[in-house]
Nanobody
Framework: QEDLVEYGGGLVQAGDSLRLSCVASGRAFVNYTLGWFRQAPGNEREFVAGISWSGGSTNYADSIKGRFTISRDNARNMVFLRMDSLQPEDTALYYC?????????????????WGQGTQVTVSS
């Protein structure tokens, strides 16, 4: 069974940084694009960032561009999301996801595997 497990969330203050990690198990997700999504209470799940298998293609939501950085380590089957200058509006449950698309697509419907999420809460 393929699994994605996220960790690294927490409660921080505005302006702080966090690094989310996601480890894939059950398969190496070879040639899979990996992405991060988030969902705040009452909102739909939204795309945050994605990275292709090679790392040569990345995509970011406009709302976090310049503050968040996605990276991956294929040898360890991991993907990371470095989040700087966090703001209260970044508060959400953050999910790791995998898609067989070769580029980081933004639609959640195109992702095949999902983690359970890690909570990020930013206080003002």
């Amino acid at each position: 069974q393929e699994d994605l497990v996220e960790y690294g969330g927490g409660l921080v203050q505005a302006g702080d940084s966090l690094r989310l990690s996601c480890v894939a198990s059950g398969r190496a997700f070879v040639n899979y694009t990996l992405g991060w999504f988030r969902q705040a209470p009452g909102n739909e799940r939204e795309f945050v960032a994605g990275i292709s298998w090679s790392g040569g293609s990345t995509n970011y939501a406009d709302s976090i561009k310049g503050r968040f950085t996605i990276s991956r380590d294929n040898a360890r089957n991991m993907v990371f999301l470095r989040m700087d200058s966090l703001q209260p509006e970044d508060t959400a449950l953050y999910y790791c996801a995998a898609t067989s698309f070769r580029v980081p697509v933004v639609s959640s419907h195109l992702y095949d595997y999902w983690g359970q999420g890690t909570q990020v809460t930013v206080s003002s």
